[in-house]
């Protein structure tokens, strides 16, 4: 581990749009910290990918990993290219990968909008949503992903497997976020996006959810089942603040929130675990705009913010916290004020001109 005056960050830029918008990240990170005088951010960037498979037969060195697991946290572009995959014809995926091996079982989705945004609802309190979805990352409908199918044309079949382990601890993270947040003066209410109705995994998921919420009474629960949850994330999303689910569930919802802030270009993320986390944008690795200016790096600013103010409480480091909320702050800024018009919602401004806009607030 590094000393308090300098911090690993371990870079996967991966590939498509990753590294892209991966540069720019760094650059911002380096001027807020500077800004606040925190700890210098020392990044070492490593390989990892599709576009690494076909060159090398590995998509997820050893080396690559055993640096990412020793870092203080990982920042990742994207990861994957259509053309690219495994004999099987499965994607190549290292990002999943990461996920299970260093058990980030918690997926936080943050969708919060700010003024400037291309939001798609006209709801003026568009502009004033902010909660968070937190995705279980580690089991779910993913459990068997990997597992080759039994080789029938008849049929094809995939687990739903919810285990108390992997509940106890998403909930604990879900209720101590939701305490946190409404010591920071959001309400503070947690709710269980399931299929209870239908599904015996699901049914077994909002159980243990009310055993931990007898635990916690200074937090206000509710339940909902998936489907009427979709329905609500475009009815009034401005009523949400934090939303707990199974892996699928939150893979789904996740791109409904991203819809809400504009598009798959503004949505970040962090896959957080007991020892490691994983910060990184919604999106993929957009191999459609690869190379033509036209990504936008707001998302993975974003995530970038997110991991100073993770990095700031795990350290409890005002200086890291202070750099994250002045990165939030001068992006949200940048949309405010200069009316950025992304190209991603069909305007004239990518890559060079989102950066150069957030660049010129961050002081
Ligand atoms: P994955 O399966 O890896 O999540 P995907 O196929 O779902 O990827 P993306 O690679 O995220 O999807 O791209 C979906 C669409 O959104 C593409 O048309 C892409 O160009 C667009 N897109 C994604 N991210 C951005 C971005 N940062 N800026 C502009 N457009 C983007």
């Not at 994983?278 to 936008?296: E, L, R, S």
């Amino acid at each position: 581990m590094a000393s308090m005056n300098s911090m690993q960050i371990a870079v996967l830029p991966g590939d498509g749009i990753g590294p892209e918008v991966m540069s720019p990240c760094i650059e911002l990170l380096t001027t807020a910290t500077r800004l606040t005088g925190a700890p210098n951010l020392e990044f070492d960037t490593l390989p990892c990918g599709a576009a690494l498979y076909a060159e090398t037969g590995n998509a997820l060195p050893d080396e690559t990993l055993a640096r990412a697991e020793a870092a203080e946290a990982i920042l990742l572009g994207a990861m994957g290219l259509p053309d690219i995959r495994y004999p099987d014809g499965r994607e190549i995926v290292p990002q999943i990968e990461l996920r299970e091996i260093l058990q980030l079982y918690a997926g936080v989705r943050p969708v919060r909008t700010f003024p400037g945004l291309p939001v798609p609802l006209s709801d003026p309190r568009a502009f004033k949503i902010d909660f968070i979805l937190i995705r279980e990352s580690t089991e779910g409908l993913f459990t068997e992903r990997s597992k080759p199918q039994d080789g029938t044309t008849d049929a094809a079949r995939d687990l739903m497997q919810v285990t108390r382990q992997g509940c106890d601890r998403l909930f604990d993270f879900a209720f101590s976020l939701a305490a946190r947040r409404k010591a920071n003066g959001a309400p503070g209410h947690l709710t269980c996006v399931d299929k209870a109705n239908v599904l015996g995994s699901m049914a077994f998921f909002r159980d243990i959810f009310d055993e931990h919420a007898r635990r916690h009474p200074g937090i206000a629960t509710s339940r909902c089942y998936v489907d009427a949850m979709a329905l609500n994330l475009i009815r009034n999303p401005w009523t949400l603040d934090v939303l707990v689910t199974e892996n699928m569930f939150g893979d789904i919802l996740s791109d409904e929130g991203a819809a809400l802030m504009g598009g798959l270009g503004f949505a970040p993320s962090a896959d957080i675990g007991t020892h490691n986390a994983v910060f990184q944008p919604c999106h993929g690795t957009a191999p459609d705009i690869m190379g033509t200016g036209k990504a936008n790096p707001t998302a993975m600013f974003l995530s970038g913010a997110l991991m100073l103010d993770w990095l700031g409480e795990r350290h409890t480091e005002p200086t890291l916290t202070e750099a994250a909320a002045r990165l939030t702050h001068a992006i949200e800024q940048a949309f405010a004020g200069d009316r950025l018009d992304p190209t991603e919602t069909g305007g004239a401004h990518g890559l060079v001109e989102i950066t150069d806009a957030v660049r010129a607030k961050l002081r």
